[in-house]
């Protein structure tokens, strides 16, 4: 039977596959190289950000990949220096020039940065749903947004946005800001999923891993995929790559499911800065 990657329906009429490869700090000089060995493999999401230096390097890996632009599901997220409509436009024009596309899948405000930009991200929200309105970014999302955040563009905003990404890891659930998602139709993707490493070692996880026949890793994204969320983990490794890809072959039972929820630290949990005060903008 053929190995299937289920794609999620967005908000907006879309659908995103529920498994994607991640590009946050692989070096643009292997970039190319690390997505069209997952674009063989299979992958066909490719998660990438201004911040992370290295869009041009993935347009490229399509382009020269076997693959029609259609059949990859590209996001890239705005840099934090760029809020200010105007400095919006001309990022998101950047983008797209970058990766050589006339449009993106998904585009999204990579931090809210509520203490700067006189704590308005919903005129740089506004921004983004011309892009929507123009069809160069067929979907628009958010990233990092906390409960309040996504409250102020739903009083605020005319479009709710298609997906928030943020951080979530068996040892930082994020079970509220994932709850208003559902109940406001917002799909979460969860960065991070297996805690940039930091879960491989857990001993419960360990113990799973060794019941089932799987990696530790196998088991996280199994975990987070049965939650119903968005993932695409990072690995230049590529017997990593492949492996982070079968995870469709096997179901975690409620019980185990339960068991891997209950490693959740809370803020204590978190590997990346709390949104609601990180503010760094690039120099
Ligand atoms: P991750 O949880 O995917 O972990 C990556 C680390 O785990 C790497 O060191 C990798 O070598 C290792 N790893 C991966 N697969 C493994 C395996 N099977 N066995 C052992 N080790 C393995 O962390 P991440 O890269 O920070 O997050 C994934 C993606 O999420 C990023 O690439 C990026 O696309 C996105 N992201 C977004 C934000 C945001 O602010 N929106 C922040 C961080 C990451």
Known sequence: MAYTIPDISLNDGNTIPQLGFGVYQIAPKVTAEAVGRALEIGY????????????????????????????????????NGFHRPDDARRAFDSTL??????????????????????????????????????GRARSVGVSNFQVPHLERLAAEAE??????QVEVHPYFGNEEVRAYGRAHGIATEA???????????????????EQLGRS????????????????FPKSVTPERVEENFRIFDFELDDAT?????????????RQGPNPDTFDVIPA
């Open 44 to 79: 066909r999401h490719i998660d990438t950000a201004e911040m992370y230096g290295n869009e041009a390097e993935v347009g490229q890996a399509i382009r020269t990949s076997d693959l029609d632009r259609s059949d990859v599901f590209v996001t890239s997220k705005l840099n």
């Open 216 to 231: 530790v890793a196998q088991v996280v994204l199994r975990w987070h995929v049965q939650r119903g969320d968005i993932v």
């Open 159 to 164: 479009v709710t946005p298609a997906v928030n």
């Open 191 to 209: 960065w991070a999923p297996i805690a940039q490493g930091k879960v491989l070692d857990d001993p419960t996880l360990l113990d799973i891993a």
């Open 97 to 134: 020039e970058a990766l050589k596309t006339d449009y993106i899948d998904l585009f999204l405000i990579h931090w809210p940065l509520p203490t700067r930009y006189d704590g308005d991200f919903v005129s740089t929200w506004k921004t983004l749903e011309e892009f929507q309105r123009d």
């Open 257 to 269: 499911m339960e068991r891997i929820t209950a490693l959740d630290r809370g803020e204590a949990g």
